[in-house]
């Protein structure tokens, strides 16, 4: 009798009875974008419905959320972002992220995805390159410091969660008020600990809008949401899947009607 020996990341698969699967997240791919499958993987992990957003088309095919994963869109000519924010489908993300509250929809920008939200405006400041002017790729620590917005309701309070980190224009810039704004409001999401990897002012790994739909972070979570692919952690080696918290909490967010 023969037996086959399973792969990791099949032990590791969405609850096929998950209530919560009928949520639909986008996952948008430009030119050069590099991580979409991660971020359809990752959201099927968290118990949704992965759809795949071109960025020249100009429907949003009824999505209940939408991630802009990481890479290099367009070559990352001009800035980083900076082509891809007039995408088609980044002018129906900005329509409908800035819709009235009953139905503005939540989005994720993952490292790229965040340089596009700044270039788009939904988020306030700027990506340039990092301090130290080479690339970085190295696990890293960060804080939650607001747990009030749709991607992150499922974190505690200060939590420390560890997700990779890899970029070449990764310090986060913004002028004094907008800095002030961002701290008093409580908008600072994620904090870097330890070390400032990239030299973001106050160490800011990402930020929310006013409305706490729209997040922004510059490590990725979606690279931490399978034991056996992840940092390593407390309970083994590359076993660390504290990124898949980001994906529960906005299909959580979504079935109670958060946002």
Request: hydrophobic share 40%; glycine share 12%.
């Amino acid at each position: 009798m023969s037996t086959e020996t399973p792969l990791i990341g099949n032990l590791h698969a969405a609850p096929a009875e998950n209530p919560l699967s009928g949520a639909r997240i986008g996952v948008v791919t430009f030119p050069g974008t590099l991580d979409d499958r991660d971020a359809a993987r990752a959201v099927r992990l968290g118990g949704g419905t992965a759809v795949p957003l071109w960025h020249a088309d100009e429907s949003l095919q009824g999505v209940d959320a939408v991630v802009l994963p990481g890479g290099f869109s367009y070559g990352d000519y001009l800035r980083a972002g900076a082509i891809a924010r007039f995408a088609p489908m980044m002018n129906k993300i900005i329509d409908a992220a800035t819709a009235p509250s009953a139905a503005r929809l939540p989005v994720l920008g993952i490292c790229n995805g965040f340089q596009v939200l700044t270039e788009s405006h939904l988020l306030p400041g700027s990506m340039v390159k990092n301090e130290h002017l080479k690339f970085l790729c190295k696990d890293q620590v960060l804080q939650v410091e607001n747990t009030d917005t749709a991607w992150t309701s499922q974190f505690t309070a200060d939590e420390l969660i560890a997700v990779p980190l890899k970029n070449q224009d990764g310090q986060y810039l913004a002028d004094p008020a907008t800095l002030e704004a961002l701290e008093a409001e409580g908008r600072v999401v994620f904090r870097y600990v330890g070390e400032n990897p990239n030299g973001s002012r106050n160490g800011i790994a990402g930020i929310t809008n006013e409305t706490g739909n729209v997040v922004g972070l510059m490590p990725h979570p979606e690279h931490a949401v399978e034991a056996g692919y992840g940092p390593d952690d407390a309970t083994g080696m590359r076993s660390g899947t504290d990124g898949l918290t980001i994906f529960t909490s906005v299909i959580a967010s979504l079935a109670g009607g958060a946002q």
